[in-house]
């Protein structure tokens, strides 16, 4: 069972940056696929950004591109999301979300663990 939680939410006026962090439980999270999504009020679950086992592969979705940059530190159970240049749409709750499989590298899978999540609210 591994359990995630999110950390790095608040609030920020639009051009502003965050950086969310995300710490992994258990001695195998060096094998899980790793990604971020976002749930705003009234719309659906969205795909922000996932990353391979090692690091070396991302995905962004492409709102995000450019702007966000997704990163891990299997040493320390840790994955980020470092966003820039926010604007007010990304204001959402953000969680990170796990699964062992390879096709979780994007954002079509149905990733099986899941963080509780952290708020972001950017303001015009």
């Known amino acids: 069972q591994l359990q995630l939680v999110e950390s790095g939410g608040g609030s920020v006026q639009a051009g502003g940056s965050l950086t969310l962090s995300c710490v992994g439980s258990?001695?195998?999270?060096?094998?899980?696929?790793m990604g971020w999504f976002r749930q705003a009020p009234g719309k659906e679950r969205e795909g922000v950004a996932s990353?391979?086992?090692?690091?070396?592969?991302?995905t962004y979705a492409d709102s995000v591109k450019g702007r966000f940059t997704i990163s891990r530190d299997n040493a320390k159970n840790m994955l980020y999301l470092q966003m820039n240049s926010l604007k007010p749409e990304d204001t959402a709750m953000y969680y990170c979300?796990?699964?062992?499989?390879?096709?979780?590298?994007?954002?079509?899978?149905?990733?099986?663990?899941w963080g509780q999540g952290t708020q972001v609210t950017v303001s015009s």
């Open positions: 258990g001695y195998t999270y060096s094998s899980y696929f």
């Open positions: 990353i391979s086992t090692g690091g070396v592969r991302t």
């Open positions: 979300a796990a699964d062992l499989r390879r096709a979780c590298l994007g954002f079509t899978c149905a990733y099986k663990y």
